[in-house]
DNA sequence: AAAAAATTCTAATCTGGATTAAAATAATTC
DNA sequence: GAATTATTTTAATCCAGATTAGAATTTTTT
């Protein structure tokens, strides 16, 4: 009866248990977290999970693809709002952590790739070295407006990205923290790849 | 026999387990890697490990103290021979990263802290925090020094340790990669912090 | 409000991999 | 080179936690 799909019950239920497994994985760590700890969260039963996944390693699988779809759309409003390189960059970093620590739940942190079953394990990866090379592009499109200095693309992206990707680490929810990572990460990240910063 | 406690047969064996240990969890996850998968690149059996180790669990502990104290002795080094903070930094950075893409083998990513049990758990947070701060207190002498910008020193802290934490994830033991990421990371990582940079 | 479908629960089973016990081998000591 | 100690193996056991089957309940449809 839904207009959409994404508001089916069916759909809304089990994006909230990706964002329950979210929060366990990044808190817990994976084989920490058992299915009960994940269905605590959502007062339900273990058993009650498997109506919504075949299995764990599919609720990692499903987790890791909503952390890359999250990411991949920041990237896109990025790309679509910035000017420069480097405003590109700056946006990207403001989006990828506004969705870490936002509202729309914690996003798992992929430490678990390898354990996924072959063909899962092969679209994660996938989904992964697509986004690199989208933030690389972004990059080198930077150095060629000239926002960003030369560098090695290769070894900046994976600097940023692992910093980004690393916040559910020490991030635990706590509101004031969210806001200043939000203010701070886009400085602190991209200030260092400014060509000829302000002398102020 | 051995002079140094360090050099006895069991001391040796034993890191060598640890290394292989942090090789496994760091590339197939910590679920994912049995302690069959360990005594496999030791060409033991999995039953031989307890000879050097409790349990699983125990294991990874000493996994992490590892990568704590290798950590704590680039940044000691870091803090012996530079002059500016700033400078502080860009060593510490350097002899860290040196230590997780070198030789004396990977050091495991701490990905799995919450399933320690509390004693291991609280030693490691323990070591974890102690680090963060002294890295804090380099970023406020380089500030107070005038080598490093006026900034939030915790959340530059937690971007630029994100970033190193990371680099296990991606790097997989290639050296020329390794030489990469030892030249450009120090540099990545903190030029960013010059309050006044170099025109050229 | 009965029937059908969707969702959740109870109560088992099932299992991979951790763990243990005891025997076998290798290294060291005397 | 016999005795002692250190290391590794073989061959079970053991168990937490994943998974399943079927019943119970709740929601939706007609």
Redesign the interface.
Known sequence: MARNPDETRFQLQRDRMLRAAAYCFN??????TSLKDVADRLSLTDAALYYYVRNKEELVYLCYVRAADAGRDAMQCAIDEGQSGLEQVQLYIRYHVESIVGENGPLA?M?????LKPAHRDAVLELSRTHSARFEAILERGIADGSIAS??V???G??????????P??FHGDQQVAQ??LD??PI??????KP??Q?S
């Open positions: 808190q817990k760590g994976y084989s920490g942190i430490s678990e790739i390898p354990s560098c090695d290769r070894m900046t994976n600097a940023i990205m692992g910093s980004i990707n690393w916040i680490k020490w200043k990572i701070q990460f602190i990240l991209s200030c260092g790849l000829v910063p002398v």
